[in-house]
């Protein structure tokens, strides 16, 4: 939701998305359908493609690939305003398409989610890359912890859902997220 939220924002409410998805894994799927409900909800934002990449490789190569023959049949400018990628790789591949064909000075924001080290550094270099959701993982090991101990000393956990808060990383805080 925050990427998607953060993809209609900076286009303000307009234009074509190309997303990257998988479906076949249901937490990515999941994204995926939060991001179609968001993006339908804007009635000027248009999936103009929606995209399962070939994962063998975490999808980097097979997205730029995809991304390549998109950009060949929307040539002109600002045809696509955004790419959504349910994880990283394929926008690091969607970002590596747009670089080749020379397109970066259009404007097409590219969202990912997972804050992996090359999405951290595309966000760094200021580019089409913006954004992506970094995992609390010290978070979510806590909040098994806390859930294991609470069974443990006999509490019933009722919620089958435990949410830990994840963070937005954008140009404002990467730096808080570069590796060392």
Not at 49 to 65: M, Y
Not at 122 to 149: C, P, R
């Amino acid at each position: 939701a925050e990427t998607a939220t953060y993809v209609v924002d900076r286009i303000n409410g307009e234009g074509n998305i190309v997303m990257f998805v998988f479906d076949a894994f249901p937490p990515v799927q999941k994204r995926g359908i939060i991001a179609d409900a968001l993006f339908a909800n804007h009635p000027d934002v248009s999936v103009l493609e929606r995209i399962t990449p070939d994962v063998q490789d975490g999808g980097i190569a097979d997205a730029r690939a995809q991304m390549e023959a998109v950009l060949a049949a929307n040539p002109e400018p600002g045809s696509i305003a955004a790419v959504w990628a349910a994880w990283d790789q394929p926008g690091i591949g969607a970002l590596q398409a747009i670089e080749a064909a020379g397109r970066e000075d259009e404007g097409i924001v590219i969202v990912g989610i997972d804050a992996n080290p090359q999405a951290v550094d595309a966000i760094a270099a200021n580019g089409n890359f913006e954004a992506s959701v970094a995992q609390d993982f010290a978070g979510i090991g806590a909040a098994t912890a806390n859930a294991v101990e609470r069974q443990l000393a006999g509490e019933t956990i009722s919620q089958g859902v435990i949410y830990v808060s994840t963070k937005l990383v954008t140009a404002a805080n990467v730096a808080d997220f570069l590796a060392e």
